[in-house]
């Protein structure tokens, strides 16, 4: 089963950009879809951005058009570029490997947006 790792969380102010990583262990990383996800406190953990092994990609309404999910499958990595900061998106940021429900999570990277 793949592992994953998180980096790249931090503090930023209000339409400030960051990107996160997530680092994979294993040689099939480029076979799995790989997501975001987020959680805010108090409300639960949803899906911000997805990609599968063939490139294709799903955003979150609320962040389309600000964030970008894209892979390395060379590097086993997927990357997260987050644009246009709002504090509405302060949460920890989940890597997932596999998907949700069957899937492996990283630890958890927190992102904190100033206003």
């Known amino acids: 089963q793949v592992q994953v790792v998180e980096l790249g969380g931090g503090l930023v102010q209000t339409g400030g950009s960051l990107r996160l990583s997530c680092a994979a262990s294993g040689s099939i990383f480029s076979r799995y879809t790989m997501g975001w996800y987020r959680q805010a406190v108090g409300k639960q953990r949803e899906l911000v951005a997805a990609?599968?092994?063939?490139?294709?990609?799903n955003y979150a309404d609320s962040v389309k058009g600000r964030f970008t999910i894209f892979r390395d499958n060379a590097r086993n990595i997927v990357y997260l570029q987050m644009n246009s900061l709002k504090p509405e998106d302060t949460a920890v940021y989940y890597c997932?490997?596999?998907?949700?429900?069957?899937?492996?999570w990283g630890q958890g990277t927190q992102v904190t947006v100033s206003s």
């Open positions: 997932n490997a596999g998907g949700a429900t069957m899937g492996s």
């Open positions: 990609i599968t092994s063939g490139g294709s990609t």
